[in-house]
């Protein structure tokens, strides 16, 4: 019954490899959103999908691409790993205004 | 260039004592305003919000006010319980169009409730 799924909750990697997140919100919700909590803890967005469609994206390297297969799943794939993409990552979700709700986060570290 | 700014990186008080978190944003675009808890190893969720055309809401035991003119909000949580103990997020809305809505965090404030 959980809202916001994100796999894998850790990911371990070298640098130069590619890789992804999944997410999936079991809300109907129809806006998702991914954000990056770095090292000095800031939470910051780095994309939304509002019904498949790109809204938001945040002055992200090309390297990030999501990729949104239908409403409830938005993943993110990653290419050629760099020491600093080591954080947390979350998806979210929401309808319009409402609150956005997280999911558990993604520790990515990169070695 | 932060735009939303809660410069206590941690508050500690007293179990049955008030809790009060600050923030203060820049961008007058901001009109919704929303305050996260966060525990460790798990994501932020909801507490509590406010639009930008009122001045106070109530739940509970959390209020959240707003000071438009001096672009500051605070959060007060009374009586505090341990069982308050996170991190707290204050976050600021700005609309992008159709329905979308761009939210800006704060650094977070850590709070610890002591018994």
């Known amino acids: 019954d959980t809202a916001v799924s994100q796999t894998p909750k850790y990911l371990v990697t070298q640098m130069g490899n590619d890789k992804s997140i999944k997410c999936e919100q079991n809300?109907?919700?129809?806006?998702m959103y991914w954000y990056k909590q770095d090292s000095k803890k800031f939470l910051k967005i780095m994309f939304s999908?509002?019904?498949?469609?790109?809204?938001i994206n945040e002055t992200v390297p090309n390297r990030f691409s999501p990729k949104s297969p239908d409403k409830a799943h938005l993943n993110l794939h990653i290419n050629s790993l760099e020491l600093g993409d080591s954080a947390v990552y979350f998806c979210?979700?929401?309808?319009?205004?409402?609150?956005?709700?997280f999911g558990p986060g993604t520790r990515l570290t990169v070695l | 260039d932060q735009q939303v700014k809660q410069n206590s990186p941690s508050l500690s008080v007293q179990e049955g004592r008030i809790s009060i978190l600050n923030c203060d944003y820049t961008?007058?675009?901001?009109?919704?305003f929303l305050w996260y808890k966060k525990y460790p190893a798990e994501g932020p969720t909801f507490l509590i919000s406010?639009?930008?055309?009122?001045d106070k809401n109530e739940d509970g035991r959390f209020t959240v006010f707003l000071n438009k003119s001096a672009k500051h909000l605070s959060l007060h949580i009374v009586p505090s319980q341990p069982g308050d103990s996170a991190v707290y997020f204050c976050?600021?809305?700005?609309?992008?169009?159709?329905?979308?809505?761009?939210?800006?965090f704060g650094k977070g404030t850590l709070l610890t409730v002591n018994p």
């Open positions: 979210a979700s929401n309808r319009g205004l409402d609150e956005q709700f």
């Open positions: 809300l109907g919700h129809d806006t």
């Open positions: 999908y509002n019904n498949k469609e790109l809204i």
């Open positions: 961008n007058s675009m901001f009109d919704y």
């Open positions: 406010i639009s930008s055309i009122k």
């Open positions: 976050a600021a809305s700005e609309y992008r169009g159709g329905s979308n809505y761009k939210l800006t």
